[in-house]
């Protein structure tokens, strides 16, 4: 690519986190240290640290759409995350505004709790979530507790893992990653099922550390950028692990209540991306 050329263009759609250590401004960290041109469309702004969150304003839905409209009408994107969605109305007008985009793969995290337990999405957004944007979605990104409330039933290891995440597809999601990092064990496992059918699991040793704030976000955020850049569905997951493993271990405190993950430079993430 040419100094003078747009490097691979990445889309969030989330809410903003005060406290810089998710939400927007951990997506947009995210794209830049993969080496693309971030760009946002903000649904909510929370008064947020490291202790919880104090308050969330919502934005009106037909400025979300607004938004939208303005950046793929003219930019254009060539992947979009779709975080914080925070009510119904706003689910409905991203989901309006993308069925007339089609062509950028769109990663759904699933983000309907904070780190602190604080309710980031209303109840009755989570069904126009599943029958909106879950058969636009690439890739469903919903941790194990997301994963419980979607489905209904315990998700505690490899096979409820694997059951959940064969429910989700039934629900409409074409591929889906359910993440293990709040369950039990010295080992994490995050489970990837892929529209073809074929499954991959993912481990390493847990790495023992409260300064996780962020990590659901990164990680969404990461594959988005994978695919922007063109990497496979299974690349860009797996690229997008090894980016949220690295900033966790090198995480730092930001205030009293959980920390955050470090964001690295993007020079050598690019590096590291193309050997992989």
Do not use: W
């Given at each position: 690519m040419k100094g003078n050329e747009c490097?691979?263009?990445?889309?969030?759609?989330?809410?903003?986190?005060?406290?810089?250590?998710?939400?927007?401004?951990?997506?947009?960290?995210?794209?830049?240290?993969?080496?693309?041109?971030?760009?946002?469309?903000?649904?909510?702004?929370?008064?947020?640290?490291?202790?919880?969150?104090?308050?969330?304003?919502?934005?009106?839905?037909?400025?979300?759409?607004?938004?939208?409209?303005?950046?793929?009408?003219?930019?254009?994107?060539?992947?979009?995350?779709?975080?914080m969605l925070a009510d119904r109305k706003i689910v409905e007008a991203v989901a309006e505004v993308l069925a007339s985009f089609k062509g950028p793969p769109l990663v759904l995290d699933t983000v309907l709790v904070a780190k602190?337990?604080?309710p980031l999405l209303e109840e009755p957004a989570v069904e126009a979530m599943v029958g909106r944007l879950f058969p636009r979605a690439a890739l469903i990104t919903p941790n194990a507790r997301e994963a419980e409330r979607l489905v209904g039933f315990p998700v505690t290891g490899i096979e409820s893992?694997?059951?959940?995440?064969?429910?989700?597809?039934?629900?409409?999601?074409?591929?889906?990653?359910?993440?293990?990092?709040?369950?039990?064990g010295d080992t994490l496992y995050d489970y990837l099922a892929l529209p073809s059918g074929e499954e991959k699991i993912f481990e390493q040793a847990r790495i023992r550390t409260s300064h996780t704030h962020g990590t659901g976000c990164t990680l969404s955020a990461a594959v988005a950028a994978g695919l922007a850049l063109g990497l496979s569905l299974e690349q860009a997951v797996?690229?997008?692990?090894?980016?949220?493993?690295r900033g966790i271990e090198n995480s730092h405190p930001t205030g009293a209540g959980y920390g955050t993950l470090r964001h690295g430079p993007f020079e050598e993430r690019l590096k590291r991306i193309r050997k992989e």
């Amino acid at each position: 690519m040419k100094g003078n050329e747009c490097p691979p263009r990445a889309l969030t759609v989330a809410g903003s986190d005060s406290g810089g250590g998710a939400g927007i401004q951990a997506d947009l960290k995210t794209f830049q240290s993969f080496g693309c041109f971030g760009m946002s469309v903000l649904t909510a702004a929370t008064a947020q640290n490291s202790l919880g969150v104090q308050g969330v304003c919502k934005l009106p839905a037909d400025f979300v759409r607004l938004q939208l409209e303005a950046v793929l009408g003219d930019i254009g994107a060539d992947a979009i995350k779709c975080g914080m969605l925070a009510d119904r109305k706003i689910v409905e007008a991203v989901a309006e505004v993308l069925a007339s985009f089609k062509g950028p793969p769109l990663v759904l995290d699933t983000v309907l709790v904070a780190k602190s337990g604080d309710p980031l999405l209303e109840e009755p957004a989570v069904e126009a979530m599943v029958g909106r944007l879950f058969p636009r979605a690439a890739l469903i990104t919903p941790n194990a507790r997301e994963a419980e409330r979607l489905v209904g039933f315990p998700v505690t290891g490899i096979e409820s893992m694997a059951r959940a995440a064969e429910k989700l597809q039934g629900m409409g999601a074409g591929a889906v990653l359910v993440k293990g990092g709040h369950l039990e064990g010295d080992t994490l496992y995050d489970y990837l099922a892929l529209p073809s059918g074929e499954e991959k699991i993912f481990e390493q040793a847990r790495i023992r550390t409260s300064h996780t704030h962020g990590t659901g976000c990164t990680l969404s955020a990461a594959v988005a950028a994978g695919l922007a850049l063109g990497l496979s569905l299974e690349q860009a997951v797996a690229a997008a692990r090894n980016y949220v493993l690295r900033g966790i271990e090198n995480s730092h405190p930001t205030g009293a209540g959980y920390g955050t993950l470090r964001h690295g430079p993007f020079e050598e993430r690019l590096k590291r991306i193309r050997k992989e």
